[in-house]
């Protein structure tokens, strides 16, 4: 079955910290991935997305994810977290179909103390 | 502004009812989603719509039913046939079905049953 997993659930960094998230898919095919941030009492919104192309993606507030077909793995990093980082983060794929269905990862929850 | 709202944010409900869930989009986005978030588990998909009067169940649609009768609508009924309704909805759009789009996501409504 077609699966997004995320291994980290809960995470805690201080600021400065580097931030690498796991994602992994287990689909074959073309592959689209994302990853979306919920900031709390926000809306999810997208980070960054792949499609094609240059593997390695940079999102907004200085987010990037490497895509690495060997490794069936769209991870998530940032050299410098900050508190306002603080949130729930999903990593997603389009299944192999062409319906636009999103299948989403369990989520990681990234705590940074001031 | 453009955007997805959903209303209302908070809803409670007694064991044996039905309740409708609205989401309503001015993207003018033809692909319109229902996903179901509880803690631990991501997102699920519970139904979508490609076009006007027409949708598909998702992964979860037990309980759950739709309708798409406008472009800008897409209203969830959560039965009283869904075992365990507890949880947060959130409704996405995207411009239209296929694996190239991105989904924009609204702020979500948090349903309680008493």
């Known amino acids: 079955a077609q699966s997004v997993s995320q291994h980290n659930h809960h995470v805690i960094l201080s600021e400065a910290a580097s931030l690498e998230l796991g994602c992994n898919y287990s689909?074959?095919?073309?592959?689209?991935l994302f990853w979306y941030v919920q900031y709390p009492g926000q809306h999810l919104q997208l980070l960054l997305k792949?499609?094609?192309?240059?593997?390695l993606v940079k999102g907004i507030k200085g987010f990037e994810a490497e895509f690495i077909k060997s490794k069936f793995s769209f991870n998530l990093r940032k050299p410098s977290v900050q508190w306002s980082d603080t949130a729930e983060y999903f990593c997603?794929?389009?299944?192999?179909?062409?319906?636009?269905?999103?299948?989403f990862g369990q989520g990681t929850t990234l705590q940074v103390k001031p | 502004d453009g955007g997805i709202t959903q209303s209302p944010k908070y809803l409670f409900r007694k064991e044996g009812q039905n309740v409708t869930l609205s989401c309503e989009q001015n993207?003018?986005?033809?692909?319109m989603y229902w996903y179901r978030q509880d803690p631990g588990q991501g997102l699920r998909l519970i139904y979508y719509?490609?076009?006007?009067?027409?949708?598909q169940k998702g992964d979860i649609a037990e309980g759950y039913s739709v309708s798409r009768e406008k472009k800008e609508s897409f209203p969830l009924t959560v039965t009283s046939a869904q075992k365990n309704p507890t949880a947060f909805y959130l409704c996405?759009?995207?411009?239209?079905?296929?694996?190239?789009?991105?989904?924009?996501f609204g702020p979500g409504t948090r349903l309680t049953v008493l």
């Open positions: 996405a759009s995207s411009i239209s079905r296929g694996k190239y789009n991105e989904q924009f």
């Open positions: 689909y074959g095919g073309t592959v689209n």
């Open positions: 792949y499609f094609s192309g240059d593997p």
């Open positions: 997603a794929g389009h299944g192999s179909s062409n319906t636009g269905k999103l299948i």
């Open positions: 993207l003018n986005h033809d692909a």
């Open positions: 719509s490609q076009i006007v009067n027409d949708f």
